[in-house]
């Protein structure tokens, strides 16, 4: 059972469109993480969100947690093709388990 | 750069045979967490150490173990290994259990 869930799995777009993905769950999650991973790497954390409501801005992107604290997004304006990359959501449960989403595999095209 | 390291980078062994992955972890970072990832698929979580306990078991198969040594480094043992195990392994440590983790490098292992 997943049980959170990312969606799209795959976006391919060109560069300098916007784009969101989502992470949902039936689960309340005490925090999430977002990650994202290049080819052959390992995961890099981009931003942690604790708090229902909240909204964080990291350059281009803007990451939002549910009001409910059971989804999340990631928004990215004006994408370049640096932002190519597999981008995982994981939430932490209030055991301090961490819930991993199957990963949105982004391109941006030239 | 995380700080966590890994090796190897590459392995290639075949069918049945028995690999050892070493992981480093952060200075100072008490958790190790193994993960195993398929070709373009998520992160399959295997198991985490604290401080040389056992905290949390994933999706392990019974052929894999795994150890976190005094001095926080840890090992992942895989045995009779089988194609399917073919697979990027990475590691993570994060200070406290909890919270973000920091992943090295990975080992990409190729069973033939």
């Known amino acids: 059972t997943q049980l959170l869930e990312q969606s799209p799995q795959f976006l391919s777009i060109q560069e300098g469109e916007n784009l969101t993905v989502y992470c949902n769950s039936s689960?309340?999650?005490?925090?999430l993480q977002w990650y994202r991973q290049e080819p052959g790497e390992g995961p890099v954390l981009l931003v942690t969100?604790?708090?229902g409501g909240e909204v964080k801005k990291l350059k281009r992107l803007t990451f939002q947690f549910g009001d409910a604290r059971k989804d999340s997004s990631l928004h990215i304006t004006a994408a370049q093709p640096g932002d190519t990359g597999l981008y995982l959501c994981a939430g932490v449960r209030s055991n301090y388990q961490l819930i991993w989403g199957a990963g949105t595999k982004l391109i941006i095209k030239p | 750069d995380s700080g966590v390291t890994q090796t190897p980078k590459h392995l290639i062994t075949a069918t049945g045979q028995r690999v050892t992955l070493r992981c480093s972890p952060r200075s100072g970072d008490l958790s190790v967490y193994w993960y195993q990832q398929s070709l373009d698929q998520g992160l399959q979580f295997l198991i985490q150490?604290?401080?040389?306990?056992?905290?949390a078991k994933g999706n392990i198969l019974e052929r894999f173990s795994a150890q976190q040594f005094p001095d926080l480094h840890s090992e992942l043992n895989l045995s009779s290994l089988e194609l399917g195990d073919s697979a990027l392994y990475f590691c993570a440590s994060s200070p406290t259990g909890v919270g973000e983790q920091y992943f090295g490098p990975g080992t990409r292992l190729t069973v033939t």
């Open positions: 150490y604290y401080n040389g306990e056992e905290r």
């Open positions: 689960s309340v999650f005490s925090s």
């Open positions: 969100v604790v708090t």
